[in-house]
């Protein structure tokens, strides 16, 4: 599989002007080293979130494991399946299908990746929905917007992670699932990209 480590950035600037939907962060959970807050965002009745941790591994180490599109399912929050369906210069596309409790239907997502590298040793991917790139199944709801990013940033042997995201999941999703959802995908995400990546390092 070619990689798509130079896919960081034209998201890069693309994700700064999209965190401007955020309009105010509220901190709702810090264990483990692992902070994640929330934030409303306008005309959406779905909240943004965002997780930041310090990983003892080098920015290669977790830009390689993000590479590895269908391996990174086993550390993404609900991921039942994920697999490259195109990779161009610095940029990426990929079919995600997600797990979701009884009675909700299921939900797959086909997501627009572009990393760059800062010259100062990071990597951002920025992400953004392409709910049209590839036709439904009629087995899943597609979700209907994304927009958000990934950033790593070295820390002498360490990095810090931001993920962040602001998803439409499309259909109807009842309150309770959603709150719960938006805080542990990216605290079990990130917990689980921490524990591959140190043991890998």
């Known amino acids: 599989m070619r990689s798509f480590k ?9 994700a700064l002007s999209n965190v401007a939907f ?18 409303d965002v306008a005309g959406s009745k779905y909240k943004a979130y965002r997780g930041v941790t310090l990983i003892k591994a080098p920015v290669a180490t977790i830009a390689r494991l993000q590479e590895d599109v269908a391996g990174s399912c086993a550390w993404i929050h609900e991921c039942k399946m994920q697999k490259l369906l ?6 990426s596309w990929t079919y995600a299908q997600f797990n979701t409790p009884w009675p909700v239907t299921a939900r797959d997502s086909v997501l627009h990746i572009t990393t760059e590298q800062g010259a100062d040793g990071s990597v951002t991917r920025t992400i ?3 709910p049209t790139y590839q036709p439904q199944d009629k087995d899943f709801v597609r979700v209907a917007a994304a927009n ?6 070295p820390k002498g042997d360490a990095t810090e992670v931001t993920y962040q995201l ?6 109807s999703v ?10 542990e ?12 990546a140190e043991a890998a390092k």
Do not use: C, R
Request: aromatic share 8%; net charge neutral.
């Open 166 to 171: 602001h998803t439409d999941p499309g259909g």
């Open 6 to 14: 130079h896919v960081a950035v034209i998201v890069g600037l693309t």
């Open 174 to 183: 009842p309150s309770w699932l959603s709150n719960k959802f938006v805080v």
């Open 22 to 39: 955020a309009e105010q962060w509220q901190e709702v959970k810090n264990e483990q080293g692992i902070q994640v807050s929330l934030s």
């Open 148 to 153: 958000g990013f990934w950033k790593l940033v």
């Open 185 to 196: 995908a990216p605290f079990n995400t990130l917990k689980a990209l921490k524990e591959k």
């Open 86 to 91: 195109k990779h161009e210069g610095n940029q």
């Open 128 to 130: 953004e929905a392409a």
